[in-house]
Nanobody, 128 residues
Framework: QVQLQESGGGSVQSGGSLRLSCVVPEYESDRGCMGWFRQIPGEEREGVAAKNAGDDSIKYVDSVKGRFTMSFDHAVNTLYLQMHDLKPEDTAMYYC?????????????????????WGQGTQVTVSA
């Protein structure tokens, strides 16, 4: 199964910034839906941001709107998540994922069911 590769996690203080990167195989980036998700131990994985291939419109969950920006660079087939004004509640393992189908209306719910390819994750820790 295709694995995606995340990087860029780390530890920052509240209010800090980080940029996560995810290399996506070219054939994965031309179709379907791609996005970022996060998971706290003991909880379900949840959506952060997602987009359809070829569509510049980005979907964000309310908790990150205005603070996080997702983008895709076709030249290097890399999906980014720029995070500003980080808060302790943003602490989680962050994953990128892709699926062959377009993003559904409820893309952010139960992504383990719909998204087919995942990276290993990168840890983001925000201290108060």
């Amino acid at each position: 199964q295709v694995q995606l590769q995340e990087s860029g996690g780390g530890s920052v203080q509240s209010g800090g910034s980080l940029r996560l990167s995810c290399v996506v195989p070219e054939y994965e980036s031309d179709r379907g839906c791609m996005g970022w998700f996060r998971q706290i131990p003991g909880e379900e994985r949840e959506g952060v941001a997602a987009k359809n291939a070829g569509d510049d419109s980005i979907k964000y969950v309310d908790s990150v709107k205005g603070r996080f920006t997702m983008s895709f660079d076709h030249a290097v087939n890399t999906l980014y998540l720029q995070m500003h004004d980080l808060k302790p509640e943003d602490t989680a393992m962050y994953y990128c994922a892709t699926q062959a189908r377009v993003c559904g209306i409820s893309w952010y719910l139960f992504p383990d069911v719909t998204f087919e390819r995942w990276g290993q994750g990168t840890q983001v820790t925000v201290s108060a």
